[in-house]
């Protein structure tokens, strides 16, 4: 469903990306991995328009979306949560999950988006009156992800979503990707920089070293893979 190409990015005269190429199939997750300032955040603001790509392919369902404004990227299907979550903090949980709902289509399956969400997060169900600003880490987000998929995304990208949360708040919010990605043939992409966690959730992965992939495979041969397990699991 989603194709990159031959993507080069960069910030101004500094070219960051060389090449990359990637692609996620339909309800498939895949892993983009890699050290600090590899270039996953890069590859992925590419990807959404956020950066506007040097050259390259970035196609959605054989449509070519690279070059394209982030709105139109957003229309097309592709929603990110961000890293860092971006809450609209002295809103209430159902205003900033209201705010998922930016298509006609996801207007209209508002009401029916928010039980599948508070299925899935209960918590923000009991908290949907409070200022998002005085949630935990973990429930803000929940919030983002549940604002994320009230979009009715096909492809959703999570960025470094364990960043500062709980291990069990991780597992969480990995499971209910997985589920919507195993049950509503949802793509995910899950940059992460906790190589196990990402590989245990992911179906495969592409490993970032220097702004180009050198390697991919399937999560269990990159859990196999010396050089992975030397670099990004410590063993
Ligand atoms: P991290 O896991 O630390 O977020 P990353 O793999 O996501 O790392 P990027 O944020 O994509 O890495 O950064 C890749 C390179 O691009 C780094 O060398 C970084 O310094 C540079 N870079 C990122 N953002 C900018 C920017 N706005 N202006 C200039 N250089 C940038």
Request: aromatic content about 4%.
């Amino acid at each position: 469903m989603l194709r990159v190409e031959g993507l080069n990015a960069g910030y101004g005269a500094v070219q960051v990306l060389w090449d990359v190429g990637f692609h996620v199939d339909d309800g498939e997750i895949i892993a983009v991995l890699g050290s600090n300032g590899a270039g996953k955040t890069t590859t992925v603001r590419a990807v959404t328009g956020l950066l506007k790509p040097m050259s390259g392919s970035v196609q959605l369902d054989g449509r070519e979306l690279c070059g394209r404004k982030s709105r139109a990227i957003l229309d097309a299907g592709i929603v990110q949560v961000p890293e860092g979550r971006q809450l609209f903090t002295e809103m209430t949980v159902y205003e900033n999950l209201e705010l998922g709902a930016f298509s006609p289509e996801a207007k209209a399956k508002l009401a029916e988006s928010l039980e599948v969400c508070y299925g899935y997060f209960p918590r923000l169900k009991e908290r949907e009156r409070q200022a998002a600003g005085t949630l935990s880490g973990g429930e803000q987000q929940m919030v983002a992800v549940a604002r994320a998929l009230i979009g009715l995304p096909k492809l959703l990208i999570l960025d470094e979503p364990s960043l500062g949360l709980a291990p069990n708040v991780v597992d969480d919010i990995l499971t209910v990707a997985h589920g919507m990605a195993k049950q509503q043939g949802l793509s995910v992409i899950l940059v992460e920089q906790d190589v196990t966690k990402a590989l245990s959730t992911a179906d495969r992965g592409y490993v970032i070293e220097n702004g180009r992939v050198a390697l991919s495979g399937t999560a269990s041969e990159l859990s196999a893979d010396e050089h992975v397990k030397r670099a990004y699991l410590g063993i």
